[in-house]
């Protein structure tokens, strides 16, 4: 992948968008209460990780638009693991509180594009035939039932 990723799944690393972004809020917490405490090694080692992962989160949000939506995982078994319509609104509303958290314009962007394309009704028709034919082959594949 080349930049690190917080795993919803150690067993299976699809990368999960919203799985990600909150072990990342998690992380501006930390940093918040750490603040308070003023260790200052602690502090240095926590700024370390906000940094490595605020980049991380970009690049991982670039890499979940479908240039119309919005997807749940990078798995792929036929189709595109494209997020349900509480998934892509929850992605949306993550962004836009991760964008007052960091001032990240990317998240910003994406939050505002996402928003637009959730009230589409074009878009959500495709995105739901999508996430339906994606549950399919990923029960046709052995792998069971997800999210």
């Known amino acids: 992948m080349g930049f690190p990723v917080i795993e919803e799944w150690a067993v299976?690393?699809?990368?999960v968008l919203n799985g990600h972004l909150f072990a990342f809020a998690s992380i501006i917490d930390l940093l918040g209460v750490m603040k308070d405490i003023k260790n200052?090694?602690?502090?240095?080692?926590?700024?370390?990780?906000?940094?490595?992962?605020?980049?991380?989160?970009n690049k991982l949000i670039?890499?979940?638009?479908?240039?119309?939506?919005?997807?749940?995982?990078?798995?792929?078994?036929?189709?595109?693991?494209?997020?349900?319509?509480?998934?892509?609104?929850?992605?949306?509303?993550?962004?836009?509180?991760?964008?007052?958290?960091?001032?990240?314009e990317i998240m910003h962007r994406y939050a505002r594009k996402w928003n637009t394309q959730l009230n589409n009704p074009f878009y959500s028709i495709i995105a739901m035939v999508l996430k339906i034919m994606d549950k399919i082959f990923y029960t046709i594949s052995g792998k069971g039932i997800y999210a």
């Open 12 to 15: 299976d690393p699809f990368h």
């Open 40 to 57: 200052a090694s602690i502090l240095a080692e926590i700024e370390t990780y906000y940094i490595k992962f605020n980049d991380a989160s």
């Open 62 to 104: 670039e890499m979940h638009d479908m240039g119309f939506w919005s997807r749940y995982s990078l798995k792929y078994i036929l189709v595109p693991n494209i997020s349900s319509k509480f998934y892509h609104s929850l992605h949306v509303n993550m962004l836009l509180g991760l964008h007052e958290l960091t001032g990240s």
